[in-house]
């Protein structure tokens, strides 16, 4: 059963930085594209960031661009999510998500983790 397990989700300042990571079990992790969604409460779940299975293209939401890079670790099977310059409008719950396309859908995305929470205070 495939597993993704994010961490590194906290409390910090506006201006602050966080790195959220997410290890992938029981998936063929370098053939995937990875994904980052957040949610924050009453709203949608969004695009945030990805990147192709060999980490050659990126894609990011204006609202982050600039502020957050996408990195992975095919050897450990991990996906990064670095984020600096965090606003109260990042705070959400943070989720990553594999799949075969670069799309912005969650529909795309057939894998999901169960989110880290982000709370940056004003």
């Known amino acids: 059963q495939v597993q993704l397990v994010e961490s590194g989700g906290g409390l910090v300042q506006a201006g602050g930085s966080l790195r959220l990571s997410c290890a992938a079990s029981?998936?063929?992790?370098?053939?995937?594209?990875m994904a980052w969604f957040r949610q924050a409460p009453g709203k949608e779940r969004e695009f945030v960031a990805a990147?192709?299975?060999?980490?050659?293209?990126?894609r990011y939401a204006d609202s982050v661009t600039g502020r957050f890079t996408i990195s992975r670790d095919n050897a450990k099977n991990t996906v990064y999510l670095q984020m600096n310059s965090l606003k109260s409008e990042d705070t959400a719950v943070y989720y990553c998500?594999?799949?075969?396309?670069?799309?912005?859908?969650?529909?795309?995305?057939?894998?999901w983790g169960q989110g880290t929470q982000v709370t940056v205070s004003s």
């Open positions: 029981e998936l063929t992790f370098r053939t995937y594209a």
């Open positions: 998500a594999a799949g075969r396309t670069l799309g912005v859908g969650k529909n795309e995305y057939p894998y």
């Open positions: 990147i192709t299975a060999s980490a050659i293209s990126k």
